[in-house]
């Protein structure tokens, strides 16, 4: 398992914006697909966002709202999330690698709280 290392979560009101990073080793950065999931109280786990090379995802929930990028100088995969709803309410976590489909290396979670 490979370690994946988030931050910048925190609380936020509504309308607000926060930076989530996670960094990951620099063998698992250059090549892997990296994704943002979250899960919320009683929810699923739910794919935010992922970006490989020039591909980029965004769920529908989140799209002209959040931004992923990689920042290559720190090794690290970045998510700016604008314009919060209560609903972004989650523990977020980092994942990167995909196995058919599935990643397998995860980050431990951030907690990200927005009130309303």
């Known amino acids: 398992q490979a370690h994946l290392v988030e931050s910048g979560g925190g609380s936020v009101q509504a309308g607000g914006s926060l930076k989530l990073s996670c960094v990951a080793p620099l063998n698992i950065f250059r090549v892997c697909e990296m994704a943002w999931w979250r899960q919320s109280s009683g929810k699923g786990r739910e794919l935010v966002s992922k970006?490989?090379?020039?591909?980029?995802f965004y769920s529908e929930s989140v799209k002209g709202r959040f931004a992923i990028s990689r920042d290559d100088s720190k090794n690290a995969m970045v998510l700016q999330m604008n314009s919060l709803k209560a609903e972004d309410t989650a523990v977020y976590y980092c994942a990167a690698c995909t196995d058919r489909d599935s990643f397998y290396h995860w980050g431990q979670g951030i907690q990200v709280t927005v009130s309303s």
């Open positions: 970006i490989a090379l020039r591909k980029i």
